[in-house]
């Protein structure tokens, strides 16, 4: 998915509540302004945001982190009951993903 030609609050609002989203996005990204994680985090219902201070596009020397942020968020989830999630709403498929990396 282009992010220049998606209309990403549409596509963002398309993500079922259901999913659980995680972002992570480097305060010195020279790509993608970090206001526009700070927008996803307004729509996106079950959405967990984690900024990387002094992180740009790449995540140059930040990769520890990443991973850390990344395998707890996946920790979390693993943890959450089930049973609160509704299954009858698939989450997207790798297919379908909003991505915002150029």
Known sequence: MDRLLTDTKSAVLSIPKSCRVLTIHGSRDEIVPVTDAFEFDKFIANHQL?????????????????????????????????????????????????????
């Open 50 to 102: 984690h900024v990387i201070d002094e992180a740009d596009h790449n995540y140059t020397r930040h990769q520890n982190e990443v991973a850390y942020a990344v395998l707890k968020f996946i920790k979390a989830s693993w943890e959450a009951s089930t049973d609160k999630i509704d299954h009858s709403v698939p989450c997207p498929t790798r297919g379908n993903l909003v991505s915002s990396k150029l």
